[in-house]
């Protein structure tokens, strides 16, 4: 399976380092830069998802990813783990709202 994320998101860059470290045996990360509107996730089969759906299939795929939220019971852990990609969500796009509104010469 391959995980295409934004790279210049720093939400996005964290969450595939994570997935880096410990499944890239299991799942190729692969930046996109600017093109990445979010998240992309190639299934072994070709089949081909976006966004919250790709964080579905990707817990359901390779369950192991539930493992980053320890702490919690196991039954709050797939909640847990869409909520952090809604509130991630979120944070990108406050950041290109206050980024992209920045004076190309001046910053």
């Given at each position: 399976m391959k995980l295409y994320y934004d790279s210049n998101c720093p939400v996005c860059r964290s969450f595939a380092k994570l997935l880096q470290?410990?499944?890239?045996?299991?799942?190729?990360?692969?930046p996109l830069g600017e093109y990445a509107?979010?998240?992309?996730?190639?299934?072994?089969?070709?089949?081909?998802l976006y966004g919250k759906?790709?964080?579905?299939?990707?817990e359901r795929?390779?369950?192991k990813v539930k493992d980053f939220f320890w702490m919690?019971?196991?039954?709050?852990?797939?909640?847990?783990?869409r909520k952090t990609y809604a509130f991630?969500?979120?944070?990108?796009?406050?950041?290109?709202?206050?980024y992209k509104?920045?004076?190309?010469?001046?910053?």
């Open positions: 470290k410990h499944l890239s045996d299991e799942l190729e990360i692969i509107k979010d998240f992309k996730l190639e299934l072994s089969n070709g089949e081909v759906e790709a964080i579905d299939a990707l795929e390779v369950p919690l019971p196991d039954s709050y852990k797939g909640k847990a783990m991630g969500k979120f944070l990108r796009r406050i950041s290109n709202f206050f509104r920045r004076c190309e010469e001046c910053g």
